[in-house]
């Protein structure tokens, strides 16, 4: 009768630790140390360790089986009740390893999201910065009175590549008009030129040429550069919010019970160093990641997408050296301006009319004083090559590299889950594991990926007739983003794609020719004479009629730019 007692005793003592134990329980692990039998009845002693008062609970719990739920139905050391606080367990340590697996493809695209948005913001600062030195140098007082027309270039250039409604072709047609209005009239200051004619002057814009070809080179390598950098960086957002979002997994019911099945009924058959087989973590990950694994296709479009317009970024559609020496270019637009300013003002004159002479003090005006004639361009190697510290060719090969990895991410991450020591014995121990039953093999075959293909798995019920909304949205997203980046690849913006044949980029292959899509911009010049040859130019021009003052400073400056640059 003692022993009888001291029996009860002990299971009712157990039961109260149980009861007491398991009302508050909120899991940061569980083992079990041990597993020992008293006659024909089980016993397991657990060891639990509570996340909110962090102590030890020893718990003894009697078997068999009592209306439990998820583990087979055998002797066992959980209860219904345990099986549920069990499942929420899982549910948490699966969204957990989710979100941790899928930690270095998130971190790519928000870290290197970054470092572009910063590199190609900073680049534009400084390409505005050095055109505003060089052109108060060269030209002082007569670029700061008009210098409202490139700080329009500039903020328009930012606004598109922030996203705004910029048809960027039509913008830089507008900004060489403007230009040449304000040049024509600097160039012709002894006659007054109304609203109108100004307007008829800028219609003549393409027919003559004044800029030379530095407009038709420049803006075709601005677009596409743009298009390609805005887009990049929309294709790194996309990426990063379609990661972040599906990296948040909601596991659904069925899926829960077979994680519990799979994570916790070894410990409650007592067998605590029994992990599960990893053939069976498998079927379990790909029943509960069904549909992040439809994602992976649109996923794996996306990837090459972003991967062919990197590349466009390292070669013909590089915006670093586009950017970088857009103030020398713009420079030699106007020294070409200069250099035919008397045949096209005849022309001007031929098809707008003689315009009205201006007023005696107006003609009469000078160069300002701090006209800057000494100006020396920046030396190749003086020129400012980086933004953000870095260089866009070093972030390209970086993001190239890691956007390679990321690919098949969604179909790979069940395998991925299941490497993990922490969850499965691995893929060389095919006996000692848990196979959902017992220690042994498990036989089932794995499933393939995607929902449809989980109709039979073994392990989780799926519903294949119910693809998940939430997934389907981000398969959306990344199907637009694909068509974007491959517009972008071939120099098209998909807002704007029917503005103009010359930079349509349409048809297979490259998307550019030689002719209108050059690595670096080919101008024709000649060679420099020596500074001796420069004055006796001048001042022989300085004896032809009809010549100002300011044009004769004009073509000076125009000499000792090109000879500098070159």
């Known amino acids: 009768m003692g022993h009888l007692a001291r029996y009860f005793s002990r299971q009712f003592e157990y039961k109260q630790k149980a009861s007491n134990c398991f009302s508050n329980l909120k899991y940061a692990s569980v083992n079990v140390e041990g597993f020992f039998s008293v006659g024909e009845h089980f016993w397991c002693e657990a060891v639990l360790l509570l996340e909110v008062s962090k102590q030890l609970c020893k718990v003894c719990l009697l078997s068999p089986a009592r209306n439990t739920q998820i583990c087979p139905q055998e002797y066992t050391c959980c209860t219904s009740e345990m099986e549920d606080k069990l499942s929420q367990q899982s549910k948490l340590e699966f969204e957990n390893l989710v979100e941790e697996t899928s930690h270095f493809v998130r971190t790519t695209f928000v870290s290197r999201h970054k470092k572009f948005d910063e590199f190609f913001r900073e680049l534009l600062e400084n390409a505005e910065r050095s055109l505003n030195d060089m052109f108060v140098r060269t030209y002082g007082m007569l670029y700061m009175q008009n210098s409202e027309v490139f700080q329009d270039l500039f903020a328009e250039l930012k606004r598109y590549y922030t996203g705004g409604n910029v048809n960027l072709e039509e913008m830089l047609n507008d900004f060489w008009a403007r230009l040449l209005e304000r040049m024509f009239q600097l160039i012709n200051p002894q006659y007054h030129f109304s609203e109108d004619y100004l307007e008829c002057v800028s219609k003549y814009t393409d027919q003559l040429k004044p800029f030379g070809d530095v407009p038709r080179k420049l803006k075709v390598q601005v677009t596409r550069a743009f298009i390609a950098a805005r887009t990049f960086v929309q294709g790194l957002t996309?990426?990063?919010?379609?990661?972040?979002?599906?990296?948040?997994?909601?596991?659904?019911?069925?899926?829960?019970?077979?994680?519990?099945?799979?994570?916790?009924?070894?410990?409650?058959?007592?067998?605590?160093?029994?992990?599960?087989?990893?053939?069976?973590?498998?079927?379990?990950?790909?029943?509960?990641?069904?549909?992040?694994a439809d994602l992976d296709t649109e996923w794996n479009?996306?990837?090459?997408?972003?991967?062919?317009?990197?590349?466009?970024?390292?070669?013909?559609?590089?915006?670093?050296?586009?950017?970088?020496?857009?103030?020398?270019?713009?420079?030699?637009?106007?020294?070409?301006?200069?250099?035919?300013?008397?045949?096209?003002?005849?022309?001007?004159?031929?098809?707008?009319?003689?315009?009205?002479?201006?007023?005696?003090?107006?003609?009469?005006?000078?160069?300002?004083?701090?006209?800057?004639?000494?100006?020396?361009?920046?030396?190749?190697?003086?020129?400012?090559?980086?933004?953000?510290?870095?260089?866009?060719?070093?972030?390209?090969?970086?993001?190239?590299?890691?956007?390679?990895?990321?690919?098949?991410?969604?179909?790979?991450?069940?395998?991925?889950?299941?490497?993990?020591?922490?969850?499965?014995?691995?893929?060389?121990?095919?006996?000692?594991?848990?196979n959902g039953h017992t220690k042994a093999r498990y036989l089932p075959e794995i499933m393939n990926d995607g929902l449809t293909n989980q109709?039979?798995?073994?392990?989780?019920?799926?519903?294949?007739?119910?693809?998940?909304?939430?997934?389907?949205?981000?398969?959306?997203?990344?199907?637009?983003?694909?068509?974007?980046?491959?517009?972008?690849?071939?120099?098209?913006?998909?807002?704007f794609q029917d503005t103009s044949d010359e930079t349509s980029g349409s048809g297979s292959g490259s998307g550019c020719t030689d002719d209108i899509c050059p690595t670096e911009f080919d101008f024709v010049t000649t060679e420099a004479p020596p500074v001796d040859s420069d004055r006796r130019e001048v001042e022989a021009a300085a004896t032809l009629p009809g010549w100002s003052l300011k044009t004769l400073l004009l073509i000076f400056l125009s000499l000792v730019l090109q000879r500098q640059w070159r």
């Not at 058959?269 to 509960?288: D, E, F, I, Q, S």
């Not at 799926?462 to 981000?474: A, G, H, K, L």
């Open 238 to 292: 996309v990426g990063r919010e379609v990661a972040n979002r599906v990296s948040k997994v909601s596991p659904t019911p069925g899926c829960i019970r077979a994680l519990m099945k799979m994570l916790y009924c070894p410990y409650c058959r007592g067998l605590p160093t029994v992990k599960p087989c990893n053939n069976y973590c498998l079927n379990v990950m790909k029943g509960c990641l069904a549909n992040q």
């Open 301 to 434: 479009l996306f990837i090459d997408a972003m991967l062919l317009v990197a590349e466009r970024l390292e070669g013909p559609f590089n915006i670093e050296t586009v950017m970088d020496p857009i103030d020398v270019k713009i420079s030699e637009a106007i020294m070409n301006m200069q250099e035919n300013s008397m045949q096209v003002s005849a022309k001007v004159f031929q098809g707008c009319g003689q315009p009205k002479p201006a007023p005696a003090l107006r003609s009469s005006r000078s160069v300002p004083e701090n006209f800057n004639t000494r100006f020396r361009p920046y030396n190749p190697e003086e020129r400012p090559t980086t933004a953000a510290g870095t260089s866009l060719d070093r972030l390209v090969t970086d993001i190239k590299e890691k956007l390679k990895l990321s690919k098949k991410f969604w179909s790979t991450l069940p395998y991925t889950m299941c490497k993990d020591e922490r969850v499965t014995a691995g893929p060389s121990v095919e006996e000692d594991c848990w």
């Open 455 to 495: 109709i039979n798995n073994p392990e989780v019920d799926v519903d294949i007739t119910r693809p998940d909304t939430f997934i389907r949205q981000q398969i959306m997203a990344l199907r637009v983003m694909t068509n974007k980046l491959k517009n972008a690849y071939n120099g098209n913006d998909v807002n």
